[in-house]
């Protein structure tokens, strides 16, 4: 390439200064504009990463910035000069990037954390009179571990609408923060492929568990496994969403975009139940259902357990081999901080779970970890927990 083609920041001999091919551009804005996008990658937590596209938009991007904004006008959040986003997750993350830049097309200040930890984000708030999140459960179970003391000694008073979303929450967890945090407290389920629902505190209150009813312009359909729509309220099935806007396909996988589709509903792979008035209530994913003896059980169900008992610092549950009952429940537990690992802890564990499950439900093991992989924002890679089980039931046939 010539000299010209290569650019550098500063000056280096044998490339061109990109400081001078700024100055000579117009400052006129191009003609014909038209907004761009973003291409998301969603699942690669339990599989290879798809690439989300979507047909652009033909609108320049003072029309389409609004719109853009959407996401949070679902919350009634609103372009006032006093709302301050703060962001603790990686941007690279579908949701955290949609909000932080909605926030910025109303014009809100953002305040972006280098690393997420407890107390910082609680400093941050103070200082900054912070009113707006996107956060993850196990922010919130990290947060309310805080001692008391330090929990207490921070204004949080400016905070209106600390949305959370990507995992199920713990319904005592989620009481713990309501009571700290106050109606703040906003949830919502959906994909990255488009369409979900939304609860607010004082719903969820009434309704706990449930991550609230469809968006206005979403619909959300329980299907059984022969691809059936379940009409009546209460049946366990997969969750499929629509939405009108929701006009994808997975980048260079028809198949997949196929695959996953009913009509024009779609699945992420997850299993719920809507109730009688309408709410959404997530049992789990369907990759992560056990299967021991013919029944089906829950991973979330358990792991919600597990996270209420005060010695227990992070959680995972899945299925492995079990020779009679095809499998069973394994529980691998990161203790609270200070708390030491031993067939003690375990046992203590193991009892908590039996005034609180049925007894089919109960972890038949549980093994300690230092550390559970999660990614930043807070999903888990239960694959890296389950995969080393089942491998070594492989080695031995």
């Given at each position: 390439?010539?000299?010209?083609?290569?650019?550098?920041?500063?000056?280096?001999?044998?490339?061109?200064?990109?400081?001078?091919?700024?100055?000579?551009?117009?400052?006129?804005?191009?003609?014909?504009?038209?907004?761009?996008?973003?291409?998301?990658y969603?699942?690669?937590?339990?599989?290879?990463?798809?690439?989300?596209?979507?047909?652009?938009?033909?609108?320049?991007?003072?029309?389409?910035?609004?719109?853009?904004?959407?996401?949070?006008?679902?919350f009634?959040?609103?372009?006032?000069?006093?709302?301050?986003h703060?962001?603790?997750?990686?941007?690279?993350?579908?949701?955290?990037?949609?909000?932080?830049?909605?926030?910025?097309?109303?014009?809100?200040?953002?305040?972006?954390?280098?690393?997420?930890?407890?107390?910082?984000?609680?400093?941050?708030i103070?200082?900054?009179?912070?009113?707006t999140?996107?956060?993850?459960?196990?922010?919130?179970?990290?947060?309310?571990?805080?001692?008391?003391?330090?929990?207490?000694?921070?204004?949080?008073?400016?905070?209106?609408?600390?949305?959370?979303?990507?995992?199920?929450?713990?319904?005592?967890?989620?009481?713990?923060?309501?009571?700290?945090?106050?109606?703040?407290?906003?949830?919502?389920?959906?994909?990255?492929?488009?369409?979900?629902?939304?609860?607010?505190?004082?719903?969820?209150?009434?309704?706990?568990?449930?991550?609230?009813?469809?968006?206005?312009?979403?619909?959300?359909?329980?299907?059984?496994?022969?691809?059936?729509?379940?009409?009546?309220?209460?049946?366990v099935?997969?969750?499929?969403?629509?939405?009108?806007?929701?006009?994808?396909?997975?980048?260079?996988?028809?198949?997949?975009?196929?695959?996953?589709?009913?009509?024009?509903?779609?699945?992420?792979?997850?299993?719920?139940?809507?109730?009688?008035?309408?709410?959404?209530?997530?049992?789990?994913?369907?990759?992560?259902?056990?299967?021991?003896?013919?029944?089906?059980?829950?991973?979330?169900?358990?792991?919600?357990?597990?996270?209420?008992?005060?010695?227990?610092?992070?959680?995972?549950?899945?299925?492995?081999?079990?020779?009679?009952?095809?499998?069973?429940?394994?529980?691998?537990?990161?203790?609270?901080?200070?708390?030491?690992?031993?067939?003690?802890?375990?046992?203590?564990?193991?009892?908590?779970c039996a005034?609180?499950?049925?007894?089919?439900?109960?972890?038949?093991?549980?093994?300690?970890?230092?550390?559970?992989?999660?990614?930043?924002?807070?999903?888990?890679?239960?694959?890296?927990?389950?995969?080393?089980?089942?491998?070594?039931?492989?080695?031995?046939?």
């Amino acid at each position: 390439l010539p000299a010209s083609a290569r650019m550098a920041v500063g000056d280096i001999a044998g490339f061109a200064s990109i400081t001078e091919l700024r100055d000579r551009q117009s400052t006129d804005d191009p003609s014909d504009r038209t907004i761009g996008d973003v291409m998301n990658y969603t699942s690669g937590t339990t599989g290879n990463p798809k690439g989300i596209f979507r047909p652009l938009l033909e609108a320049t991007p003072e029309e389409a910035a609004l719109g853009l904004s959407g996401i949070l006008f679902l919350f009634s959040i609103q372009p006032r000069d006093d709302n301050v986003h703060i962001v603790g997750s990686p941007l690279y993350h579908t949701a955290v990037m949609r909000f932080a830049g909605a926030s910025m097309h109303l014009g809100h200040t953002i305040v972006l954390m280098d690393k997420w930890t407890p107390e910082t984000m609680l400093q941050l708030i103070e200082q900054y009179r912070v009113t707006t999140s996107h956060m993850v459960p196990t922010q919130f179970h990290r947060l309310l571990s805080l001692p008391e003391e330090v929990r207490s000694k921070y204004d949080v008073s400016s905070l209106a609408h600390m949305i959370h979303a990507a995992a199920p929450c713990p319904i005592d967890v989620k009481h713990k923060m309501i009571e700290w945090w106050g109606s703040s407290i906003d949830e919502y389920y959906a994909a990255s492929e488009g369409g979900g629902t939304l609860v607010t505190a004082e719903e969820w209150l009434k309704k706990p568990g449930t991550v609230g009813r469809p968006w206005p312009i979403s619909e959300i359909a329980i299907f059984d496994d022969s691809g059936a729509r379940v009409e009546e309220p209460g049946v366990v099935g997969t969750i499929y969403m629509s939405m009108s806007s929701a006009g994808f396909e997975y980048h260079k996988d028809k198949e997949k975009t196929e695959k996953n589709r009913i009509g024009n509903f779609f699945t992420v792979g997850d299993v719920g139940v809507i109730d009688e008035d309408g709410y959404l209530f997530l049992r789990d994913r369907k990759i992560d259902m056990i299967i021991s003896g013919g029944a089906n059980i829950y991973p979330a169900e358990i792991e919600n357990v597990l996270l209420s008992f005060p010695k227990v610092g992070d959680a995972g549950v899945f299925g492995i081999p079990n020779e009679d009952w095809g499998e069973e429940v394994k529980a691998v537990v990161e203790p609270a901080d200070g708390v030491a690992p031993t067939p003690e802890l375990a046992a203590e564990i193991l009892a908590y779970c039996a005034e609180r499950l049925a007894k089919f439900k109960i972890p038949k093991s549980i093994d300690f970890t230092d550390s559970m992989p999660r990614d930043p924002n807070g999903k888990l890679y239960k694959r890296k927990l389950r995969d080393p089980y089942w491998e070594a039931r492989a080695d031995k046939i």
